[in-house]
């Protein structure tokens, strides 16, 4: 059984009530597909999440613990859940974790292979960034009776020209600035031999998580993040304010761009993004409709997006929800955001 920890911080000042973190979880374990809510059990001390009980699947261990991290109030999340391994033999394990590669439109043509021997994967093979590592290895969770990866030979292939400390750092402050989900005015980044040092605090142990798979996105071969705090003050929208000020649509192109250039199931090159007063459009042709959301996730998360449309049958519009006292003045504002307004042809 393997067991995680995410320690994020000493008590804050102002906490949420464990017992209304328990409850909150447990109810959000109710409403996830793919999660047997009746096997998982949750405790909370101080902020601190315990998860214990068993799944079928690395995935549905893993979606737990994300749900549980992304609760107001949690500060960290031990995660003890087991892995009920089903009757399959290794020769039928090691088939559907081939297969589930292979079908996948964004693993399909990875140079990857594997073998299984009680439950754990080992995988081999040559990827081309951290993200597509992390890609091989959400799709194998998935599969039921994986317990484990062993990953020391699926390598990350590494360019003539790497990023230097100063380009590592900014790459993150670039990305961390431009992204909603962040607050980056609190976070401080430091790089020394491509040893990512985060310090600050943030409103929730997933945001937190999510700075790290950014630092290593932009080059970080460690990341040392025991001085990134969580308390959930830093979620006031007074402190975000300065997050949704307007910003040039050439900027929002390049920041859009960053993000669909990290994303191994977008091909960058084959999507267009353009921008006039805010409203992203993104053109282009994809393999699959999971590509196609991905690439409007993208612009989504990118501040200072207030509506992005996506080919030439349907728009999508997204307002987001933020403080009025930080809503942009122009007259097409909503007076109340409302979310995924679909328009038909």
Known sequence: MTTTSHLT??????????????????????TTKGLNEHGLDVATHEGLVTLSGFTDNLL???????????????????????????????ADLQRDVCAALADDPATGDYNVACTVAEGVVTLTGLVQSWAEKQLVLRVLQGVRGVTTFATEHLTIQKGEILNSDTEITTQIQELLDWDIRVNSALVEVRTNEHV??????????????????????????????????????????????????PRPDEAIVAAVH???????????????????????????????????????????HVVACTTYSTCSRFAISVWYPMPISARPSWPRWPATPTWGTTILP
Request: hydrophobic share 45%; no cysteine.
């Open 9 to 30: 911080s000493a008590p804050a000042p102002t906490t949420v009530a464990d017992a209304d973190i328990t409850t909150a979880i447990e109810r959000l374990f109710t």
């Open 258 to 300: 960053r993000v669909i250039q990290r994303n191994p199931r977008v091909r960058a090159a084959e999507t267009s993004v353009q921008v006039r007063e805010g409203i992203v459009t993104l053109t282009g042709t994809v393999s699959n409709l999971r590509a196609r959301q991905e690439a409007e996730r993208a612009a989504r």
């Open 60 to 90: 549905a261990r893993q979606r737990a613990e994300e749900i549980a991290l992304a609760v107001r109030g949690v500060r960290g999340v031990t995660n003890t859940v087991a892995i009920r391994i089903p009757d399959l033999s290794d």
């Open 196 to 245: 990512v040092h985060l310090s600050g605090t943030v409103g929730t142990a997933t945001e937190r998580d999510h700075i790290i798979a950014i630092a290593y996105q932009a080059g970080a071969t460690r990341v040392d993040a025991r001085d990134l705090f969580v308390a959930y003050w830093a979620l006031g929208s007074e402190l975000r304010r300065s997050k949704f000020a």
